[in-house]
């Protein structure tokens, strides 16, 4: 599967964005879906994740409640809705495709930068 993810960019602290990752190919909805990212001179770390059906739904400590992953198997996209937006959200984001399990992702896209300003 191939994952292009999209919509990031600048916004200042307190504000949103919404993110999007779509997917190729037919079997869209057998994959667990993940967002993750990277900031400068640090880790990748795990964002969300969301199972096959969308019936559970997994946060890093440091979005939730901010933070809500969905997806659309009808358009083979998962989101990330980012709300109320801090500086340290700051990163590249990923998001990563898994056929097993939601701890180990087989394929992965591009990045989208996103800016949170203070």
């Known amino acids: 599967v191939q994952l292009q993810a999209s919509g990031g960019g600048l916004v200042q602290a307190g504000g949103s964005l919404r993110l999007s990752c779509a997917a190729s190919?037919?079997?869209?909805?057998?994959?667990?879906m993940g967002w993750f990212r990277q900031a400068p001179g640090k880790e990748r770390e795990f964002v969300a994740a969301i199972s096959w059906s969308g019936g559970s739904t997994y946060y890093a400590d440091s979005v939730k409640g901010r933070f809500t992953i969905s997806r659309d198997n009808a358009k083979n996209t998962v989101y990330l809705q980012m709300n109320s937006l801090k500086p340290e959200d700051t990163a590249v984001y990923y998001c990563?495709?898994?056929?097993?399990?939601?701890?180990?992702?087989?394929?992965w896209g591009q990045g989208t930068q996103v800016t949170v300003s203070s």
């Open positions: 990563a495709a898994a056929t097993e399990s939601i701890y180990e992702y087989d394929y």
């Open positions: 190919g037919r079997t869209f909805s057998s994959y667990a």
